[in-house]
């Protein structure tokens, strides 16, 4: 019983984490394109746009996840119907990693040299193919770094997430390790979630540096 | 299409040049790429970059562009492929303004404009195949036809057999080959060359520079090139300007300007090539003659080679060699010699007046007792 309770729960953590920064990654990188090529000097100058992208993102990033959630229940029953279980967690957890890696993803972006961008320019290339061809893939090492940090991160708030009847791991640990003082069901919890993390992070490590070709 | 107003042909002002390019001036119509009255003045920076270039680059040539660092080269280069925008006059290719393309107009442009960096500039997350044939993908070429043409021109640059490795793991020299052979791809008519050989070793900028003075021989194609390395200029252009504080100060034939250049700057800046004076003589120069019986030390530039029995009947006295060497710059023969005459210090004029009858350019040194 007890391990089907514990595979529950890791599958729930997973679904939650799974969804939540793949959905992040699909808007995160838009969102870091935006960031860089609408600066001063980017290819899509826009001054006034690019501040009001950076004041949004700034806005979500300086929210403590456990208020976030909290202030997000309206939105997320408007989103999933429900406030309540895993789905309902995906949208407060989605929408504090999204201004999280597109912060991330932004550094790699502008670190790709400005004589690639001048180059392909003179070679003839429109702008969304310098965004295609060369911003993106030259900073997909860092981007896939950023991502696995993203994705570690969501590990941590989903446990958060879990304390408010969300399920998964952290829901477990919370109310048999914690409230039950049941240590051999926190333990466990503890080694599952710290095998996971050395996975993703060793996964993101691996799949970094086969693609860095520098 | 409406490309009515942007092909309009613009009447020619006309170009104050130094005198001694009057008679080179090249026909208006023979210019591949033309500046007219160009400026550039950057935001926030009250000393403009460029001012006042009025340049013609003729089909075919290859043009240098030599400067101090921060005259300028660089922002004049990128003019003609916009990647500057000049804030006054205009830049001309084939007779055609430039300045009011739009984003067609200008990638239709930059295909026509190869060009080449200082670092090179590969994408470090492609092979050398998807580096060189990135410009045909982008502008949609179909694949067996972008096959063809990437493999013709990694054989034209010697590096067939690298095509699957990534730039990371080339030689300067061999990245440069990438960028010559990806600068190539659209056919262009003109090849930019910013600093291309200045981040490889002399050895290495010798075959470079064999490469594009092939490619320009065999396709034909207008180069333009800048560096600080003089030697580049002297081995491979046939034409250069000089640029200061982003002005012109001199421009000519390169065997003309090497062998008597006019502008302080220039003469700075080619210093490294022309041969210092020994050190004993250096020491021993006076400005005046002491007493009758000083040498007069002269510096002589000869157009071809130099005749010295001819030298010797003319100047009369007691003529020494100090130094000497002949040049080949292109294809012209360029003599330098540094003689002293003895015994004519009392004529000195005399002396210059023979002297100038055999040399092309004749410069007093000084005196030595």
């Given at each position: ?33 935006l960031l860089v090529t609408s600066d001063k ?174 | ?117 200082q670092h090179f500039n590969l994408m470090s ?81 010798a075959s470079i520079l064999e490469l594009l ?157």
């Open positions: 019983m007890w391990t089907e309770r514990l595979l529950q729960g890791l599958w729930d953590t997973l679904l939650m984490v799974g969804v939540s920064s793949l959905v992040a990654l699909l808007l995160g990188i838009p969102m870091a394109v000097g980017g290819i899509y100058q826009a001054p006034l746009l690019n501040r009001v992208v950076g004041a949004f993102v700034n806005l979500f990033r300086s929210i403590p996840f456990l208020i976030l959630m909290v202030a997000l229940i309206p939105f997320t029953r408007l989103v999933v119907g429900t406030t309540y279980g895993v789905w309902a967690a995906v949208v407060p957890l989605t929408i504090a990693a999204t201004p999280f890696f597109a912060r991330i993803a932004e550094v790699s972006l502008r670190e790709v040299d400005h004589g690639l961008i001048e180059a392909a320019q003179a070679m003839g290339c429109r702008r969304w193919h310098i965004v295609w061809h060369v911003l993106l893939p030259e900073a997909l090492p860092g981007i896939v770094g950023g991502f696995t940090i993203t994705v570690v991160a969501l590990i941590n708030s989903s446990a958060m997430a879990g304390a408010i009847g969300a399920g998964g791991l952290g829901d477990i640990a919370y109310r048999y390790g914690y409230q039950r003082f049941d240590s051999q069901v926190m333990l466990t919890v503890i080694a599952m979630l710290v095998v996971l993390v050395a996975v993703i992070q060793l996964g993101g490590d691996r799949l970094a540096r086969g693609l860095n070709k520098r | 299409m409406s490309s009515a107003s942007a092909l309009r042909v613009p009447t020619a002002p006309a170009v104050p040049a130094p005198a001694r390019e009057q008679a080179l001036r090249p026909e208006v119509n023979q210019a591949h790429v033309r500046f007219i009255g160009l400026g550039k003045t950057y935001p926030g920076q009250a000393q403009p970059a460029l001012q006042g270039i009025d340049l013609n680059i003729r089909r075919g040539e290859i043009f240098g562009i030599i400067g101090r660092s921060g005259a300028g080269k660089s922002s004049l280069l990128r003019t003609i492929n916009r990647l500057e925008q000049p804030s006054q006059g205009r830049v001309l290719i084939d007779q055609v303004d430039i300045a009011p393309f739009d984003e067609d107009r200008l990638v239709a442009l930059r295909r026509r404009i190869g060009m080449i960096f997350a492609k092979t050398v195949w998807d580096n060189v044939e990135l410009p045909l993908k982008v502008a949609g070429v179909a694949k067996a036809e972008r096959q063809q043409k990437v493999r013709a021109l990694l054989d034209l640059v010697g590096l067939a057999d690298k095509h699957q490795v990534y730039p990371a793991q080339l030689s300067g020299g061999q990245k440069q080959r990438v960028g010559i052979a990806r600068a190539l791809v659209h056919d262009p008519e003109i090849l930019l060359c910013d600093e291309a050989t200045s981040a490889l070793d002399p050895e290495t900028t003075r092939d490619i320009n021989q065999r396709l034909g194609l207008t180069v333009v090139l800048i560096t600080h390395e003089m030697a580049v200029i002297r081995d491979i252009c046939q034409r250069v300007v000089v640029l200061e504080r982003g002005q012109v100060v001199e421009q000519g034939k390169v065997w003309q300007v090497f062998g008597s250049p006019q502008h302080a700057v220039t003469r700075t800046l080619l210093a490294p090539l022309q041969g210092k004076l020994p050190a004993a003589l250096q020491g021993s120069l006076l400005p005046t003659a002491s007493n009758r019986d000083a040498a007069l030390v002269l510096k002589l530039v000869v157009f071809g080679e130099p005749q010295l029995s001819g030298l010797f009947a003319d100047l009369g006295g007691q003529v020494s060699l100090l130094q000497g060497g002949v040049e080949t710059i292109g294809e012209h023969a360029l003599g330098r010699l540094i003689v002293s005459v003895r015994g004519s210090a009392h004529d000195t004029h005399g002396v210059l007046e023979r002297a100038r009858r055999w040399a092309d350019d004749v410069e007093v040194l000084g005196y030595v007792d």
